[in-house]
């Protein structure tokens, strides 16, 4: 079991800003694709971006554009800069490997945006 902490997360007006970041209590950072999934009450969980391990990214197609995620395997941490925020983005987002592991879960951070 590895602890995943989120953060970052915020109340933004629409058309603001925020950067999450991710931390593992291990470095599994190098040696694994990493992935942002958000999920709105109710809602499934659905994967926003994964970068691999030599540094290519994916995006779902809502947030192409708009969001960039990085990694610092230095610093452990894995990084989801979003820009243009919509209400449609307000969900938990979470940090975890692709395909996803059940062990690596946090308890997220909470993105909200307003109209």
């Known amino acids: 079991q590895v602890q995943m902490v989120e953060s970052g997360g915020g109340l933004v007006q629409a058309g603001g800003s925020l950067r999450l970041s991710c931390a593992a209590s291990r470095n599994i950072f190098s040696i694994n694709v990493m992935a942002w999934y958000r999920q709105a009450p109710g809602k499934q969980r659905d994967l926003v971006a994964f970068?691999?391990?030599?540094?290519?990214?994916n995006y779902a197609g809502s947030v192409k554009g708009r969001f960039t995620i990085s990694r610092d395997n230095a610093k452990n941490t894995v990084y989801l800069q979003m820009n243009s925020l919509k209400p449609e983005d307000t969900a938990v987002y979470y940090c975890?490997?692709?395909?996803?592991?059940?062990?690596?879960w946090g308890q997220g951070t909470q993105v909200t945006v307003s109209s």
């Open positions: 975890n490997t692709y395909p996803l592991k059940s062990d690596y």
């Open positions: 970068i691999a391990r030599g540094g290519s990214t």
